[in-house]
T-cell receptor, first 116, second 109 residues
Framework: SAVISQKPSRDICQRGTSLTIQCQVD?????MFWYRQQPGQSLTLIAT?????????ESGFVIDKFPISRPNLTFSTLTVSNMSPEDSSIYLC?????????????FGSGTRLTVV | RKEVEQDPGPFNVPEGATVAFNCTYS??????FFWYRQDCRKEPKLLMS???SGNEDGRFTAQLNRASQYISLLIRDSKLSDSATYLC??????????FGSGTRLQVQP
């Protein structure tokens, strides 16, 4: 399975600022997925990042708030913009190493964001 | 209605007990099914895939009933180290995964 390096592991940010989260995969993958896990909740998909095209956002998430870059098949970033305390969550990236949707997906270790 | 529904628990069981978790999903076109385990403050990790024929991995057995849109996980001879949140996860064919809210298990000595 793929190994994902996610940075930063945690951060405390002032409201109104932005934070960029990076995920580096040790193999080429077609799609990378970004999830949010709010305190005490399960994972919610933010968007799917495709190399060479714009990310696909889920209902309730917009590009202005969560811009995503996918410059190549091993790297992606998610930016949380103009942060408010409601953005305090764990953000995780994920990949489908087999590219078939039928096997287990791998997750980064997560970024624990606190907005004050 | 949520796409994937689980009993949040917590399930408090003694060591050595057998415990079962259930999950239902709403999209009949769902194609792949998984159980993930998430420890406190950690990322989810794949526990096992779930097949219609059922599958077993040591003390863990997973079952899928497509007709009832129902998934189960059975843990036998519970260990303290099994304490975690167990996430029922479905791939509806969109390539991204849909997660249940998780069932918390606490195994007590």
């Amino acid at each position: 399975s793929a190994v994902i390096s996610q940075k930063p592991s945690r951060d405390i940010c002032q409201r109104g600022t932005s934070l960029t989260i990076q995920c580096q995969v040790d193999s080429q993958v077609t799609m990378m997925f970004w999830y949010r896990q709010q305190p005490g909740q399960s994972l919610t998909l933010i968007a799917t990042a495709n190399q060479g095209s714009e990310a696909t956002y889920e209902s309730g998430f917009v590009i202005d708030k969560f811009p995503i870059s996918r410059p190549n098949l091993t790297f992606s970033t998610l930016t949380v913009s103009n942060m408010s305390p409601e953005d305090s969550s764990i953000y995780l990236c994920s990949v489908d190493p087999q590219g078939r949707g039928s096997y287990g997906y791998t997750f980064g270790s997560g970024t624990r964001l606190t907005v004050v | 209605r949520k796409e994937v529904e689980q009993d949040p628990g917590p399930f408090n069981v003694p060591e050595g007990a057998t415990v079962a978790f259930n999950c239902t999903y709403s999209n009949s076109a769902s194609q792949s099914f998984f159980w993930y385990r998430q420890d406190c403050r950690k990322e989810p990790k794949l526990l096992m895939s779930v097949y219609s024929s059922g599958n077993e991995d040591g003390r863990f057995t997973a079952q899928l009933n497509r007709a009832s849109q129902y998934i189960s996980l059975l843990i036998r001879d519970s260990k303290l180290s099994d304490s975690a949140t167990y996430l029922c996860v479905v791939n509806t064919g969109r390539r991204a995964l849909t997660f249940g809210s998780g069932t918390r298990l606490q195994v007590q000595p």
